[in-house]
Antibody
Framework: QVQLVQSGAEVKRPGASVKVSCKTSGYTFVSHHMHWVRQAPGQRLEWMGIINPSDDTTTIAQRLRDRVTMTRDTSANTFYMELSSLRPDDTAVYYC????????????WGQGTLVTVSS | QSALTQPPSASGSPGQSVTISCTGTSSDIGGFNYVSWYQQHPGKAPKLVIYEVTQRPSGVPDRFSGSKSGYTASLTVSGLRADDEADYYCLSFAGRNIYVFGTGTRVTVL
């Protein structure tokens, strides 16, 4: 069965960086794009970007483009999302979610990683 | 890319239907038939209930249905049950590998 298991909660100072991992299993790693989505406390879902694991190409939401890096390790079946220059309003639960191949049919989600940014 | 517009709240009694709208532009909903809908219970990850405007994933009951007209997509939940009470979000493809979520709608079962 398809599983996405994310890394644990993080607490960071403003200005620091955080790297969240998403380890996958149960399917062919390079066959499905992976989205990253975040949700600040009490707020809506925000689409952050997408990575194609077959060629490592990424598309990042414009407002995050200068601070987000998405990568993958095909040998470990793992995706990574790094967010730099953290601010308090980056405090959120970060999710990875697998695209099913029909442009946004995200049936499988990680459990979420809470990132707290506080001085 | 601005968020798609959804009503903040919707409600209905058990057994009734509720319809949630999701309004975008010609660059997203109006330009592509790739709208999906997600149900999110408090503290949980979202769950896909509709994709490609009208398609239901395996295991999602046919009480959930989707449609689209012009720049507006809609999700209808029929035969409301207590466990349908949740937040619902639309997601649209916007071209060039960009996606955008809606603002979210809280559905209350009265």
């Amino acid at each position: 069965q398809v599983q996405l298991v994310q890394s644990g909660a993080e607490v960071k100072r403003p200005g620091a960086s955080v790297k969240v991992s998403c380890k996958t299993s149960g399917y062919t790693f390079v066959s499905h794009h992976m989205h990253w989505v975040r949700q600040a406390p009490g707020q809506r879902l925000e689409w952050m970007g997408i990575i194609n694991p077959s060629d490592d190409t990424t598309t990042i939401a414009q407002r995050l483009r200068d601070r987000v890096t998405m990568t993958r390790d095909t040998s470990a079946n793992t995706f990574y999302m790094e967010l730099s220059s953290l601010r308090p309003d980056d405090t959120a639960v970060y999710y990875c979610t697998r695209d099913g191949g029909v442009y946004g049919d995200c049936e499988y989600w990680g459990q979420g990683t809470l990132v707290t940014v506080s001085s | 890319q601005s968020a798609l517009t959804q009503p903040p709240s919707a409600s209905g009694s058990p057994g009734q239907s509720v319809t949630i709208s999701c309004t975008g532009t010609s660059s997203d909903i109006g330009g592509f038939n790739y709208v999906s809908w997600y149900q999110q219970h408090p503290g949980k990850a979202p769950k896909l209930v509709i994709y490609e405007v009208t398609q239901r994933p395996s295991g999602v009951p046919d009480r959930f249905s989707g449609s689209k007209s012009g720049y507006t997509a809609s999700l209808t939940v029929s035969g409301l049950r207590a466990d349908d009470e949740a937040d619902y979000y639309c997601l649209s493809f916007a071209g060039r590998n960009i996606y955008v979520f809606g603002t979210g709608t809280r559905v209350t079962v009265l």
